[in-house]
Every structure is written in C-alpha cells, then in structure tokens.
C-alpha cells in the first residue's frame, strides 16, 4: 500500500541552518501533542511526524497540531518510519536531523546536546545515552541495553554505551550516507555498523531518562521487541540468506 501524502506545509524557521525533528510515532494518540508543544516551547518548529499506521488518531492529532504530517497505510516499523522522516526532511533542505520517539520518553531540553556538536564540526553523528548517567531508568532496561550494545559490538564492530537510543542527531552529510535496511528495531542498531563503515565521526551525549508512566506494559513488550530484533539480526550474521 502507498503512503500518504505529507500533510502540512514544509517551513524552515530554525536559524543558523535547517534543523528538523522526525518523530516516528505509531498509536500515540494519548500524548503526541504535548510531545509537539514541548518540543515548540524549547524552541524548535520544524516537526515532521511519521504515523506508522496507526490505528488510533495519532496522525490527525499531529496534522492538527500544524506540524508536517505523513503517514504509512501500514505498520512498517519504527526503522521504516525513521527513515521515511529522514527522507522527507532531506527533500526539505534539512542540515541537521535530529530523531527523537514519540512516546514522550526524551526530553526536548537535550536536542541542544545533540546538535552543538554537529554545529561545531566535531561529529557528524551525535548519539543520546541514556546510559551514561542512567539513575530513574528500570534496572531491567540498563541490563537489556547492555546485552545489546554487546551484540551491536560483535555484530557491527562498534561500541557504544546505548545503542537502542533512539535519540540521534545526524548531520546532512551522514544522513546522505547511511543506508540501511531493518525496518524494525533492528534500525537502532545497524545505524552503529553504518557509523563504522563510513568512519563517521560520532560522539555520545548523555540525555535524561524521562519515565513515561502511561507506557506500563507497552513498554515491556518493547523491550521484548527489540531483543526478537536483535535475535533476528544475530541469526542473519551466523546463517545469512
């Protein structure tokens, strides 16, 4: 099925180059408005959110909010959605893509830690760790995230104190060069093998861990979504195709 067109007007009012937010989102309804607002009240108004086949009214709700909206007739991923973002926000003239979850889980206070070093010349790429400083996250997830940030490492040759961030600045040029081909959670991760085949210059910047109480058991089954995407990604290495 096709997706739709994208909905909202595009607009460049970031100053000193375009920098734009994509937000893949699927059924967040419930909060993807104020997930809007705080992102606008720390001062950013390119937004481009990705419904990824949504069965509720996440997509309204965005077009509504007057950001650009673009939807997927299906659910394709989170990998689909983020790339679909950032191909779009390329078309748009974006220097500066910064990813960030729907769900409420990051702070729009940090972009301005994942963007300066991009603006200063010293990266390219710009990781958002949780990790770092990981007081208020679950136990469960810092251990989760570690047993991935092992697998990315032995996967993709690159490691990394939080490799399931979703938080991510890109600079114009990286987002031109990677290329990968997960749709799913997997996504997360190969941008790391991307980041080690290209020799992108990356650093990490520590981001809060902002605790969304309405996620409950969602956010349990996502922790074992992403294990079964890793599981797949392993069995690739050891029996490809």
Known sequence: MSDSPIQGKPHAKNTV????????????AAVIASVIDEIRR???????????????????IAKNSGVVAVRHEINRGKGAATKTGI???????????ITMDGDGQ?????????????RNGKAEVVLGSRLIHPEGMPWYKIVHNRIGNLITWWLFGLHVTDSQSGFRA????????????????????????????????HVEVPVAVVLVQRLGHRGDERVVLVLQAEARAVLDRVVPP
């Open 87 to 97: 191909e779009a926000t390329k078309s748009f003239g974006a220097d500066i893509i």
């Open 106 to 118: 990051h702070d729009p206070e940090d972009i301005r830690k994942l963007v300066n070093p991009i």
């Open 170 to 201: 890109y600079s114009r040029h990286a987002a031109e060069l990677i290329n990968t081909r997960y749709d799913r959670y997997e996504y997360e991760s190969e941008v790391i093998r991307e980041i080690y085949v290209y020799r992108l210059r």
């Open 17 to 28: 180059d375009s920098l734009w937010i994509v937000i893949p989102a699927y059924n967040e």
């Open 42 to 60: 720390a001062g950013y108004q390119n937004i481009l959110v990705v419904d990824d086949g949504s069965t509720d009214a996440t997509f309204l």
